[in-house]
């Protein structure tokens, strides 16, 4: 209808109170639930947000990371896992082979390591072997098997394992008995000598070098005034 139409109509009639509420009703409804749809937007967006710039960063992380040349990650990775402990050759060449690093740049770059002495084996086997006898008290032989699976080459870990003696062998063995010696007892003397044993058997100790330390805490027990199994 064109303006004049409009004019010449005259003015629409006046609503009654009844159509007033229900079109006040109506808008109202439609105000309120468009209102609470725009809160729980708003809800799901902020909730959204922080995983959303998490994964944002990440992928920005991984993204710079790619864009850099293989020689600097590989020395970047090196140089953060030395911060934390001293690490095999074979540990960092593992690591860098699992972040995709190529085979030649990874030992290039670990050779210059090498040369610096930021990665040297045979100290770091030395350091093994005197923290792991000391603290757990595992034998000569079961030090070995970690050397040798931390990729330590055979004379090094000979050369590292050599620095402990028979009885540097004897007297862990006897301190893990004597700690142990306390919880067994009121068990049958077969049964504490198996549990003790077992227990030096699983820290590498031979059965006989085991067997003579067990009888000889036992005894040493028994001879005791208030000694009791």
């Given at each position: 209808?064109?303006?004049?139409?409009?004019?010449?109509?005259?003015?629409?009639?006046?609503?009654?109170?009844?159509?007033?509420?229900?079109?006040?009703?109506?808008?109202?409804?439609?105000?309120?639930?468009?209102?609470?749809?725009?809160?729980?937007?708003?809800?799901?967006?902020?909730?959204?947000?922080?995983?959303?710039?998490?994964?944002?960063?990440?992928?920005?992380?991984?993204?710079?990371?790619?864009?850099?040349?293989?020689?600097?990650?590989?020395?970047?990775?090196?140089?953060?896992?030395?911060?934390?402990?001293?690490?095999?050759?074979?540990?960092?060449?593992?690591?860098?082979?699992?972040?995709?690093?190529?085979?030649?740049?990874?030992?290039?770059?670990?050779?210059?390591?090498?040369?610096?002495?930021?990665?040297?084996?045979?100290?770091?086997?030395?350091?093994?072997?005197?923290?792991?006898?000391?603290?757990?008290?595992?034998?000569?032989?079961?030090?070995?098997?970690?050397?040798?699976?931390?990729?330590?080459?055979?004379?090094?870990?000979?050369?590292?394992?050599?620095?402990?003696?028979?009885?540097?062998?004897?007297?862990?063995?006897?301190?893990?008995?004597?700690?142990?010696?306390?919880?067994?007892?009121?068990?049958?003397?077969?049964?504490?000598?198996?549990?003790?044993?077992?227990?030096?058997?699983?820290?590498?100790?031979?059965?006989?070098?085991?067997?003579?330390?067990?009888?000889?805490?036992?005894?040493?027990e028994r001879s005791e005034p208030s000694g009791r199994e």
């Amino acid at each position: 209808m064109a303006a004049e139409d409009f004019e010449a109509a005259g003015p629409a009639p006046a609503a009654t109170e009844a159509e007033r509420g229900r079109a006040g009703g109506g808008a109202a409804g439609h105000g309120s639930g468009a209102a609470s749809e725009s809160r729980r937007g708003t809800r799901r967006g902020r909730s959204a947000g922080p995983s959303g710039e998490e994964g944002s960063a990440r992928t920005s992380r991984r993204q710079a990371e790619e864009s850099v040349d293989p020689e600097t990650r590989a020395r970047d990775i090196c140089l953060r896992l030395l911060t934390g402990a001293a690490k095999s050759r074979k540990q960092l060449a593992d690591a860098l082979r699992k972040r995709e690093i190529p085979d030649e740049v990874a030992d290039e770059v670990l050779t210059r390591l090498e040369e610096v002495g930021l990665i040297d084996d045979a100290a770091f086997a030395a350091a093994w072997v005197e923290s792991r006898h000391a603290v757990r008290g595992l034998s000569r032989r079961a030090l070995a098997q970690e050397l040798r699976t931390k990729g330590i080459a055979a004379d090094l870990v000979e050369q590292a394992v050599a620095r402990l003696d028979h009885d540097d062998e004897t007297d862990a063995a006897r301190a893990l008995v004597e700690r142990k010696l306390r919880s067994t007892r009121g068990l049958d003397t077969q049964v504490r000598t198996r549990r003790l044993v077992g227990m030096l058997a699983r820290r590498g100790y031979s059965e006989g070098l085991a067997f003579r330390v067990v009888r000889s805490a036992l005894e040493e027990e028994r001879s005791e005034p208030s000694g009791r199994e």
